[in-house]
């Protein structure tokens, strides 16, 4: 794990509180958008259908909303890893003017005079402060506790009751170790690396990626790696929310990548771009990816919100 519970232990008061706060839509200028709003449950906490994520005022911005699951594990957040802490990642979206607008100092007083929000923070808290602190240390413990890890794939890899795969599944799962595994590594299916997989650039958009983060020339339109758990139920896929289908992104990978300087290197051997894959290599790889769906993890009603 790499988030620290030493300077923020998981409490099971801590986590309740946290989980009020991600369902709240008075922390957004409207008393509308919550956190909830653009991550959604059953979506593995995506924003399902939306190829932007949509804000305040029907705002609109310019990136596909990403999962949250398994954060605990992770140290760098957002597309680009703009931030580098679980506990203060939230403040990019509550303050976020396209997003939910929001404002702490506005927040905090809110929730000074919610009887709810007075019990739940001297339960969570030893100082009992209801402070932006506090909140963020909240929502950092809620979003730890999010752990995916119950899938059909990891019960087969752990031999245990209905853990069963098909052999298209099992000779998907051998094509992706021999194919895709170089980046979606790991128990978590992502090495969570920055990576340039040979999108075209979406020039309305011209999303410099990582390099805004960074003014590194090597990062320029490179993102972060998603993880792959419950891929089959996150669509749209990529950080622009481009493709709508699993098959879309295999298509993509086989045959509509452009090469650029900061290209993977994985993903481009002696000048020939892209990863071959025929039709029925497709087909068998999106069968094990659908066994990465962890029913559970989108349903457990210690994650939703009523």
């Known amino acids: 794990m790499?988030?620290?519970t030493n300077t923020n232990p998981l409490t099971n008061k801590g986590i309740e509180l946290g989980k009020k706060i991600f369902y709240d839509g008075r922390l957004s200028s409207d008393g509308v958008v919550s956190c909830g709003f653009c991550h959604i449950q059953e979506n593995a906490f995506i924003h399902h259908g939306h190829t932007?994520?949509?804000g305040v005022g029907e705002g609109i911005g310019t990136r596909n909303t990403p999962a949250i699951q398994n954060m605990a594990f992770q140290s760098?957040?957002?597309w680009d890893g703009a931030s580098a802490h679980l506990d203060l990642m939230a403040i990019l979206p509550i303050t976020n003017p396209i997003e939910m607008n929001g404002d702490f100092n506005a927040i905090t007083q809110m929730m000074r005079n919610d009887a709810v929000y007075k019990k739940l923070f001297s339960q969570a808290f030893s100082n009992k402060a209801i402070n932006s602190e506090n909140l963020l240390k909240a929502l950092g413990q809620f979003m730890a506790s999010m752990v995916?890890?119950?899938s059909r794939f990891d019960k087969y890899k752990r031999s245990?009751?209905?853990g069963t795969l098909t052999q298209e599944e099992q000779e998907g799962y051998a094509l992706f170790n021999q194919k895709c595994s170089s980046c979606q590594a790991t128990d978590l299916f992502t090495d969570n690396s920055?990576?340039?997989n040979g999108l075209p650039?979406?020039?309305s958009?011209?999303?410099?990626?990582r390099f805004r983060v960074t003014e590194l020339a090597e990062d320029l339109h490179k993102f972060k790696v998603p993880s792959l758990r419950n891929v089959e139920k996150t669509s749209p896929y990529m950080h622009d929310g481009r493709f709508f289908t699993l098959e879309a992104v295999l298509d993509h990978y086989s045959s509509g990548m452009i090469n650029s300087p900061t290209l993977d290197a994985s993903l481009n051997s002696n000048g020939n771009i892209g990863i071959p894959l025929t039709s029925s290599e497709k087909t068998k790889i999106i069968a094990f990816l659908k066994t990465l769906t962890d029913n559970q993890y989108l349903t457990d009603k210690r994650f939703s919100e009523f």
């Open 2 to 4: 790499v988030f620290n």
């Open 52 to 54: 932007f994520s949509h």
């Open 76 to 78: 760098q957040f957002m």
């Open 148 to 150: 995916s890890s119950n």
């Open 160 to 162: 245990e009751v209905g």
């Open 194 to 196: 920055f990576r340039n």
């Open 201 to 203: 650039v979406n020039p």
């Open 205 to 209: 958009i011209n999303d410099i990626g």
